[in-house]
T-cell receptor, first 113, second 116 residues
Framework: DVKVTQSSRYLVKRTGEKVFLECVQD?????MFWYRQDPGLGLRLIYF???????EKGDIPEGYSVSREKKERFSLILESASTNQTSMYLC????????????FGSGTQLSVL | AQKITQTQPGMFVQEKEAVTLDCTYD???????LFWYKQPSSGEMIFLIY??????QNATEGRYSLNFQKARKSANLVISASQLGDSAMYFC?????????????FGKGTTLSVSS
């Protein structure tokens, strides 16, 4: 069974902290994505990667960075967390650039106090 | 720029009724893909159905069908015979299948509530 695993379901951090959100997929997928979900705004793309060490900015990359050192792992980094980064973060992967569907992790609800 | 619009913040139906969730999209590309996802209160995103822009027939998956009207740029989800377990948020999404590295863009979602 395919699986995308996010390291934490709930996370509470303080403003100014450096935060790492980890995502691992076991499907040998090329593409990985980070979205944030906010009420009334739907899902918005932060960053994505279509190969190891490659990354592309999404619609709202400000305040975030990413790392993809291995194919199966895609990390989202908040260099200095702020309260407006309180959100649900969803990681996803897909096989390639074709029409295959996204497989999502269960999400990380991040609260920045 | 590509855009997905879901104009219904919430929909209410009774069990066994059919329901249509609206989705319109905007793209200048000829080749694209359209998706619907379901998100129950547990938070997981569940893939429901896919329609390619060149697919001549409307996609169907069990009780789900996608009413694809290319000229109107609409991709409505139809759920037949609603069940209580269908209560969830539903997202329409689109991907350009030609451009390298392009990800899915999502609409704002529609919350469906099914009552007995």
């Amino acid at each position: 069974d395919v699986k995308v695993t996010q390291s934490s379901r709930y996370l509470v951090k303080r403003t100014g902290e450096k935060v790492f959100l980890e995502c691992v997929q076991d499907m040998d997928h090329e593409n990985m994505f980070w979205y944030r979900q906010d009420p009334g705004l739907g899902l918005r793309l932060i960053y994505f990667s279509y190969d190891v060490k490659m990354k592309e900015k999404g619609d709202i990359p400000e305040g975030y960075s990413v790392s993809r050192e291995k194919k199966e792992r895609f990390s989202l980094i908040l260099e200095s967390a702020s309260t407006n980064q309180t959100s649900m973060y969803l990681c996803a992967s897909s096989l390639d650039r074709g029409r295959e569907k996204l497989f999502f992790g269960s999400g990380t609800q991040l609260s920045v106090l | 720029a590509q855009k997905i619009t879901q104009t219904q913040p919430g929909m209410f139906v009774q069990e066994k009724e059919a329901v249509t969730l609206d989705c319109t999209y905007d793209t200048s590309d000829q080749s694209y893909g359209l998706f619907w996802y379901k998100q129950p209160s547990s938070g997981e995103m569940i893939f429901l159905i896919y329609q390619g822009s060149y697919d001549e027939q409307n996609a169907t998956e069990g009780r789900y069908s996608l009413n694809f009207q290319k000229a109107r740029k609409s991709a409505n989800l139809v759920i037949s015979a609603s069940q209580l377990g269908d209560s969830a948020m539903y997202f329409c999404a689109m991907r350009d299948v030609n451009q390298a590295g392009t990800a899915l863009i999502f609409g704002k979602g529609t919350t469906l509530s099914v009552s007995s």
